[in-house]
């Protein structure tokens, strides 16, 4: 065995003069408010536009913004998100940037005008009516996701102010700033594209500095059970197809293809029976049928 490969593949560079300014678990706990964010996100987009989309967490990365500058210089927008995180009786104000492809903010513009997959346009630049769309698509839908997947941790408040087509040209981030990068693969067909967003170290200093070490120390079965529960509160609002089943009857075809208007067909349950309810097809309740605020319902009588 060859020692000097061994130790080579294990040592990694560290540059001294940029010292990481984040720990595992600085990182650990952004990766998890993120993935929060990622899978809201897709099912958002999902019922927002009728289209199956997913979105995840690919990488997290610590650089310096004039990197990430350089890695993202062109074919892209940047709406700046403006914070203001509650410290004691007041609020610290900060700022971070979402990235995404040009090509992803003209599939949005083209959604959010009625336009089809096939109207999809991306050989201009986006007009100051198409800036004003998607700033009010981050405002409205991107926004308060944000916003939720932070709750459990820090009470913060976030705006879109402006949307920019280069990281180079916000004001608001020196070159040199070091920040967390978390990047997502989104796939929202029939595009897809690398989306990120870029966390500068004063916004996270606030935050780390607000949240202590009531989750970063907890063990690893805490912080799942977080993660699911911060998961939970996110997807409260999802809407979903309850359908009740009355009961069921086998007829043949010829049957079936004498019905007429007026024909009775007997089920296989009676009149006392209970009823399933299924959610999204799958049986989840049994409950029984009856009236309540002068309409027909069902009251739940057992859980699956």
């Known amino acids: 065995m060859d020692l000097r490969k061994l130790n080579q593949e294990r040592v990694q560079e560290y540059n001294f003069k940029t010292p990481r300014r984040f720990t595992k678990d600085n990182v650990r706990l952004v990766g998890c408010v993120f993935d929060c964010f990622a899978k809201t996100f897709a099912n958002k987009l999902t019922g927002l536009f009728g289209v199956a989309t997913r979105c995840d967490v690919t990488s997290i990365q610590e ?43 003209h599939h949005i513009v083209n959604k959010l005008l009625g336009g089809l997959d096939a109207d999809l346009k991306q050989d201009h630049e986006f007009t100051d009516l198409e800036l004003s769309l998607l700033r009010s698509f981050v ?9 939720v997947a932070w709750s459990s941790y820090i009470d913060i408040i976030a705006s879109c102010t402006e949307i920019v087509s280069s990281p180079g040209l916000t004001r608001h981030i020196n070159k040199d700033v070091v920040v967390l990068v978390i990047d997502m693969k989104l796939d929202f067909p029939p595009v897809s594209g690398s989306c990120c967003f870029c966390l500068p170290v004063e916004f996270l200093t606030t935050v780390f500095r607000n949240l202590g070490t009531r989750f970063l120390g907890a063990d690893e079965s805490d912080k799942m059970w977080q993660k699911k529960s911060l998961m939970l509160e996110h997807i ?17 075809l010829g049957d079936v293809l004498s019905l007429h208007p007026g024909d009775i067909m007997m089920l296989d349950n009676f009149t006392d029976s209970s009823v399933l309810v299924n959610v999204r097809g799958e049986q989840w309740f049994r409950g029984r049928v009856g009236i309540f605020g ?10 699956f």
């Open 63 to 105: 650089m310096v913004y004039g990197d990430f500058s350089q890695q993202y210089s062109s074919d892209v927008i940047l709406p700046v998100v403006d914070t203001r995180i509650k410290e004691g009786v007041g609020y610290v104000e900060n700022h971070f940037v979402l990235l995404f492809p040009c090509l992803i903010g």
């Open 294 to 303: 002068g309409r027909k319902a069902v009251k739940i009588t057992e859980v």
């Open 139 to 147: 405002v409205a839908n991107v926004i308060p996701i944000v916003e």
């Open 236 to 252: 409260k609002e999802t809407e979903v197809d309850v359908n009740v089943v009355l009961g069921g009857t086998a007829l043949d």
